[in-house]
């Protein structure tokens, strides 16, 4: 009787169920996770509803014992795809980062071996007009809980969401910003074509077009260019596709004389080529509602590069998957150091796809590209199709909906959920055109040959094993990543170091990552300075401590270089352990922390950062002449780099060469008028001769020729403040609040300036002078794991 039910169960339906229920939880899914980014929760939603419905499906083989695939190219393509990245992972310097990373990187090989198994179960599980319509109604109902939850916590600050992870009005369920946009530039392409091509009863078409309406409105408040230039593209090819239906073929001809089938395209068209155009305008609204942003990437012209670069190392199979970042650090452009985005850390170049050229090689791209122009020639069978059904609804929707998706993640860095929805979508597209019998359906029954059945059910056994296998493994570093941000909540609200460190050694147990181990090496740090200010331990106490401490942030330390040796943070933060107890005479401390500091360097060599640590450690050493070359070489990779010229000046007045320095650096100064870094180092100088006028004519040109130059504001004011201009003073400390809001020095000289104090009043004393300290009062902005990322 067991047996009899057993068949009855319909595992591709249950499967099916699988799939639906992940496509409408999707987009609205989170966790209460504010210290880890959203995407972190659509991976391991996206993973885990893809390993649980592959398992029923592969059950639903053995009950069966047959397998029925669409016979495309393009799922071959896809196959190249994931036999090239799992290749290019196992020879990455860094095959765990490669192969599956912290779950949440788009360019790892568990990304494109789970997407693919989905594109696949979703070209099988959806092939009925029926299912390939709920797949859209249960993406338009979640797109529009997505835009009410959205609506609501711009215009009245109303989160439906009962979770403190929304901090502003650009905080959203999909994940970046622009993402936003590009979600319902898809959702709005779909929902048209549809509309255009099936007859939905009369409220049916009331809501469709409701939901057209909020598409377009939330592509506005995003106010993407891009967005509004591939939609108009996208927008433009479907109303040329269907005026052309509707000239050469007869069986549209009389329907569309009744019901012109491209009015709401020209609608929708020519509200994108108004909001493109209207770019002023757009760009006022959105600051009207804070949602304006300014998201920088690498150039074109720097992604190739990048990508050269790489590939004459590994032509064939890259640096590896998911290390454009190190690529970046490695090769980036040395113009970027002119810049504010100097140690910016790209994770992606231009668009996601040239990006992977870069990490997967010459044969990942062959296979990228193979995969775009069987793609394309599937999109022109969906084209061709000549019946007026449901099916051609279908079609056109998924395929010119598909279409819009690649072609941003061509020209775009898409975020994890756009690029997984154009997977999906895909795989819609190849379900149709399996039903419209454009493709052919491949069955293969196992069970008749009996060596061929036994291979086939062990391989299926061992996939079901994996799947299971691999759902214990997301739990795992789901768990890691939320003991990991407990720590990083429980230390910005408590400062409570010991439950900080607990709930950071629970992460790394479960899920070894150079992250984890950083962030408890810099734990240890804190740890150490805490035992040295402690003044009720005993001296054999403080010594246990001490040692404890200190062998916990070199291991932890070491342990970060081990994991990831591309990562220039982790050899920095090795270094940082040593040169901080350098004080304390620790024998090797000094030249373990160069040698740290030079790995840096190396793996990214147009870093000013390690050469100034150098520097330090030079000068702790009494060695000023050498600290003056590693100075010195800082400052040809970043004329302005304010920390080593603040360090040079210091080192100048130690010498008691204040007068002869200022001398040079005046008859610099007349040969490059405009050099930031010089006129800094003239206007530090002269402030510390006491020379206000002289300081102030130097910060106010530095500050003209860069107005977020924030050290040379803060000593602008300092010296407004020391002629009596307490009004200039104000306006320079309040521009520096709006780009530092977290420095609590710059709040309290406000307060002082607002009531008419000494501008450092209550600052110096008790702590030294801003030109004698270690260190600028505006710190360079540095990677900290213990802060909100």
């Keep these: 009787m067991e047996t009899n039910v057993q068949k009855q169960i319909n595992w591709d339906f249950i499967s099916r169920i699988v799939f639906c229920a992940l496509v409408f939880i999707l987009p609205i899914f989170v966790l209460p996770w504010g210290e880890l980014p959203i995407v972190l929760s659509k991976s391991l939603l996206l993973y885990s509803g893809v390993s649980i419905g592959a398992l029923f499906w592969f059950v639903g083989r053995l009950q069966k014992g047959e397998i029925k695939i669409p016979k495309s190219a393009l799922l071959l393509s896809l196959l190249a795809i994931i036999v090239v990245w799992l290749a290019s992972s196992l020879f990455s310097s860094?095959?765990?980062?490669?192969?599956?990373?912290?779950?949440?990187?788009?360019?790892?090989?568990?990304?494109?071996?789970?997407?693919?198994?989905?594109?696949?179960?979703?070209?099988?599980?959806?092939?009925?007009?029926?299912?390939?319509?709920?797949?859209?109604?249960?993406?338009?109902?979640?797109?529009?809980?997505?835009?009410?939850?959205?609506?609501?916590?711009?215009?009245?600050?109303?989160?439906?969401?009962?979770?403190?992870?929304?901090?502003?009005?650009?905080?959203?369920?999909?994940?970046?910003?622009?993402?936003?946009?590009?979600?319902?530039?898809?959702?709005?392409?779909?929902?048209?074509?549809?509309?255009?091509?099936?007859?939905?009863?009369?409220?049916?078409?009331?809501?469709?077009?409701?939901?057209?309406?909020?598409?377009?409105?939330?592509c506005m408040i995003v106010n993407l260019y891009t967005n509004w230039i591939i939609l108009a593209f996208i927008l433009l090819s479907l109303f040329v596709y269907l005026f052309y239906r509707s000239f050469y073929f007869s069986s549209l001809a009389q329907e569309n004389q009744e019901k012109p089938g491209y009015y709401l395209v020209l609608f929708v068209f020519a509200a994108t080529i108004f909001f493109l155009l209207a770019k002023g305008p757009m760009g006022d609204f959105t600051a009207s509602i804070n949602t304006s942003s300014i998201e920088v990437r690498p150039s074109w012209g720097a992604t190739i590069d990048i990508a050269k670069e790489t590939l004459k190392t590994n032509l064939l199979i890259g640096s590896g998957p998911n290390t454009f970042l190190y690529d970046w650090l490695k090769y980036k452009p040395m113009e970027v150091n002119g810049t504010i985005f100097w140690n910016a850390r790209f994770i992606s170049g231009v668009g996601l796809l040239p990006s992977l050229v870069a990490t997967s090689g010459l044969l990942g791209g062959l296979a990228l590209l193979a995969f775009i122009a069987l793609f394309l020639l599937n999109?022109?069978?969906?084209?061709?199709?000549?019946?007026?059904?449901?099916?051609?609804?279908?079609?056109?929707?998924?395929?010119?909906?598909?279409?819009?998706?690649?072609?941003?993640?061509?020209?775009?860095?898409?975020?994890?959920?756009?690029?997984?929805?154009?997977?999906?979508?895909?795989?819609?597209?190849?379900?149709?055109?399996?039903?419209?019998?454009?493709?052919?359906?491949?069955?293969?029954?196992?069970?008749r040959n009996p060596k061929i059945g036994f291979v086939s059910?062990?391989?299926?056994?061992?996939?079901?094993?994996?799947s299971i296998s691999?759902?214990?493994?997301?739990?795992?570093?789901?768990?890691?990543?939320?003991?990991?941000?407990?720590?990083?909540?429980?230390?910005?609200?408590?400062?409570?170091?010991?439950?900080?460190?607990?709930?950071?050694?629970?992460?790394?147990?479960?899920?070894?990552q150079d992250e984890y181990f950083r962030a408890l090496s810099e734990l240890n740090l804190i740890k150490i300075q805490q035992i040295i200010n402690n003044k009720?331990?005993?001296?054999?106490?403080?010594?246990?401590?001490?040692?404890?401490?200190?062998?916990?942030?070199?291991?932890?330390?070491?342990?970060?270089?081990?994991?990831?040796?591309?990562?220039?943070?982790?050899?920095?933060?090795?270094?940082?352990?040593?040169?901080?107890?350098?004080?304390?005479?620790?024998?090797?401390?000094?030249?373990?922390?160069?040698?740290?500091?030079?790995?840096?360097?190396?793996?990214?060599?147009?870093?000013?950062?390690?050469?100034?640590?150098?520097?330090?450690?030079?000068?702790?050493?009494?060695?000023?002449?050498?600290?003056?070359?590693?100075?010195?070489?800082?400052?040809?990779?970043?004329?302005?780099?304010?920390?080593?010229?603040?360090?040079?000046?210091?080192?100048?007045?130690?010498?008691?060469?204040?007068?002869?320095?200022?001398?040079?650096?005046?008859?610099?100064?007349?040969?490059?008028?405009?050099?930031?870094?010089?006129?800094?180092?003239?206007?530090?100088?002269?402030?510390?001769?006491?020379?206000?006028?002289?300081?102030?004519?130097a910060f106010e040109r530095a500050i003209l020729l860069n107005e977020n130059y924030a050290n040379a504001r803060y000593f602008l004011g300092l010296i407004y403040d020391k002629l009596g201009q307490k009004e200039k003073a104000i306006e320079q400390f309040e521009n520096i609040e709006k780009t530092n809001p977290e420095n609590t020095e710059v709040k309290t000289i406000l307060r002082n300036l607002v009531v008419g104090k000494d501008a450092l009043d209550g600052i110096s004393p008790p702590q030294k002078p801003p030109e004698s300290r270690e260190k600028p009062p505006i710190g360079e902005k540095t990677e900290s794991e213990l802060k909100k990322k």
Excluded: C
């Design 457 to 466: 059910v062990l391989l299926i056994v061992l996939l079901i094993v994996g």
């Design 94 to 218: 860094n095959p765990s980062l490669s192969l599956i990373g912290r779950l949440f990187e788009i360019d790892t090989f568990f990304f494109f071996l789970f997407i693919s198994i989905g594109l696949l179960l979703t070209s099988i599980l959806f092939q009925s007009g029926k299912s390939g319509f709920l797949f859209y109604f249960l993406l338009f109902l979640s797109s529009a809980a997505v835009f009410l939850f959205q609506f609501f916590h711009i215009f009245f600050k109303v989160s439906l969401i009962p979770f403190k992870i929304f901090p502003s009005a650009a905080s959203n369920l999909i994940g970046g910003w622009n993402d936003f946009g590009i979600f319902f530039g898809f959702i709005l392409l779909a929902s048209v074509a549809l509309f255009e091509l099936f007859r939905f009863k009369r409220y049916q078409k009331v809501l469709l077009f409701l939901l057209i309406l909020a598409s377009l409105f939330a």
């Design 379 to 447: 999109g022109m069978k969906a084209v061709s199709y000549a019946q007026n059904d449901a099916t051609h609804a279908l079609l056109i929707a998924s395929f010119f909906s598909s279409v819009y998706l690649w072609v941003f993640a061509i020209f775009y860095s898409v975020g994890f959920l756009v690029f997984a929805l154009a997977f999906l979508n895909t795989g819609i597209l190849l379900a149709m055109l399996a039903r419209a019998g454009k493709i052919k359906v491949i069955e293969l029954s196992f069970l």
């Design 470 to 512: 691999s759902l214990y493994m997301f739990l795992q570093k789901g768990l890691a990543a939320y003991y990991y941000g407990q720590g990083v909540r429980v230390f910005n609200s408590e400062g409570n170091i010991e439950k900080t460190e607990s709930e950071f050694i629970k992460a790394a147990r479960l899920d070894a």
């Design 536 to 697: 009720n331990l005993t001296t054999e106490q403080a010594q246990e401590q001490f040692r404890n401490a200190l062998a916990s942030a070199i291991q932890n330390a070491q342990e970060a270089t081990k994991l990831n040796p591309a990562d220039p943070l982790n050899w920095m933060r090795l270094g940082i352990v040593y040169e901080s107890v350098m004080p304390l005479k620790i024998t090797g401390a000094d030249g373990m922390a160069i040698s740290s500091y030079a790995e840096a360097a190396k793996n990214s060599p147009l870093d000013p950062t390690p050469l100034l640590a150098s520097a330090r450690v030079g000068i702790q050493n009494s060695k000023l002449k050498e600290a003056r070359e590693y100075i010195s070489l800082a400052l040809n990779l970043k004329k302005d780099f304010a920390p080593a010229l603040y360090l040079l000046s210091q080192i100048e007045a130690t010498e008691g060469n204040l007068k002869e320095a200022i001398v040079k650096t005046e008859q610099t100064a007349l040969l490059a008028p405009n050099d930031l870094g010089v006129l800094f180092q003239l206007g530090l100088l002269y402030y510390q001769a006491d020379n206000w006028d002289g300081g102030r004519v």
